[in-house]
Nanobody, 124 residues
Framework: QVQLVESGGGLVQAGGSLRLPCTGS????????MGWFRQAPGKEREFLAG????????YYADSVKGRFTISRDNAKNTVYLQMNSLKPEDTAVYYC?????????????????WGQGTQVTVSS
């Protein structure tokens, strides 16, 4: 089992940057592929980025490609989401999640463990 805790959220002006860490518990963290999602009020949870267990493969939603970067440090049991050029429409609760599903998956039901989320608010 993996427990995940996100941090790093907050209020930022449009055009600014934030880095969200997600730290996992347990010795098996490095065996999971990881993903970042977000959910704005009244909207469905949206996939943003994924990374393989080794960190050697990453993939992104078109909405954030070129602005967001996912990375991981398995020695620290941590996955990161670097967010640049933030826009007001990026305002949401951001979640990290862990999956054993093979390949690149962006669907929520294939992720087994979720963090509690961290709020990101981008002001115009």
């Amino acid at each position: 089992q993996v427990q995940l805790v996100e941090s790093g959220g907050g209020l930022v002006q449009a055009g600014g940057s934030l880095r969200l860490p997600c730290t996992g518990s347990g010795r098996t963290f490095s065996s999971y592929a990881m993903g970042w999602f977000r959910q704005a009020p009244g909207k469905e949870r949206e996939f943003l980025a994924g990374i393989s267990w080794s960190g050697g493969s990453t993939y992104y939603a078109d909405s954030v490609k070129g602005r967001f970067t996912i990375s991981r440090d398995n020695a620290k049991n941590t996955v990161y989401l670097q967010m640049n050029s933030l826009k007001p429409e990026d305002t949401a609760v951001y979640y990290c999640a862990a999956t054993k599903a093979p390949g690149h998956t962006s669907v929520t039901y294939e992720y087994d463990y979720w963090g509690q989320g961290t709020q990101v608010t981008v002001s115009s």
